[in-house]
């Protein structure tokens, strides 16, 4: 069994890797179809769109932008593995501590926005199966699909008026408060950071600016975790075990919630990969409009600067994390069911 698992690991871990090799050779690819010359491409990285021959000459060949697509392609594909993504044209930094800076706030909004997603889908979910059919039932279908449907921005505005402006709830805008000093950088996380600095105030307050875009993200989400549990779900209420429990004489609780639950679980975990996806996508639109200043608001404003470094920092960065949600998923949905590993 350790042997079947080992094997399972390595040939996830080799087709994550090629996956990552694969997106690299597209980014470069479509780089170099919008962007033909090297004189061009010079251009951008300095830039400035009139800089001078001289300087756009020094540029190339800094950069062997007139080499062979090869041997451009190893150069890109060896900086990047060794986190060199060049120096961004907006603040003059390398494009790795902006990354460093920024990245980490958008993981924890994902990351704290899926949670509640999962959360509440699993709950409507389950809620949904165990009275098919029947008021409530069609109460949950009703409200997953109205914020499915919705534009995310739509929802982000109607949040941001009703929580922050109208009830005065929670703050409208911002990552933090800006009167506070930010702990000691260590995750780049504001809450996690706080926590291991033990500043309260700044983590109540980084809580606060956190959980109206987390919400706004869980509630987009949330309507595909709670249909694929309510499926879920009705099978296993549908199988003998669950018949068996009810002739045992356990109440309806303890079966929806003790045994159906459970075993309802294990299609959430790939789920929950494809989700990850989907909240980084939808992340850039709600950090626009909180104005929470991660890197969809940083590549945001990179793309209207044209600023091509920053840009391709984060698809590369967003493309690999998307991968690696993939390749811990199949793991976890291997540890859950065993069968997976012999497929």
Known sequence: MVSNFGFFVTRRAINALITVVLLLALVFALLHILIPSPEAMARIIVGNPRASPGITASIIKANNLDAPLYVQFFNYLWNTIHGNFGVDTQ????????LKEYLPITLELVVVGQIIGVLIGLYTGAIAAANRNRAPDYGMKALYLTT????????????????????????????????????HYVTGMPLVDALIAGDWVYFWSALQHLLL??????????????????????????RDYVKLAYMKGLSKR???????????????????????ATSVGGSVIVEVVYHYHGMGFFTVNAAFNYDYTAILAFTIIIGISVIAANFVADLLYAIADPRVRLT
């Open 91 to 98: 603040l003059h930094i390398p494009e790795v501590d902006v």
């Open 148 to 183: 499915w449907s919705a534009p995310i921005f739509l929802v982000a505005f109607i949040f941001q008026l009703i929580l922050a402006y109208w009830l005065n709830l929670l703050p409208a805008s911002g990552v933090v408060d800006p009167i506070l000093y930010a702990p």
């Open 254 to 276: 303890k079966v929806v919630w003790g045994t159906a639950f459970r075993n309802a679980l294990i299609p959430i975990i790939t789920l929950v990969a494809l989700l990850f």
């Open 213 to 238: 875009p987390a919400f706004t993200i869980a509630v987009i989400g949330f309507g595909l975790v709670t249909r694929i549990e309510r499926s879920s779900m009705i099978d296993a209420l549908d």
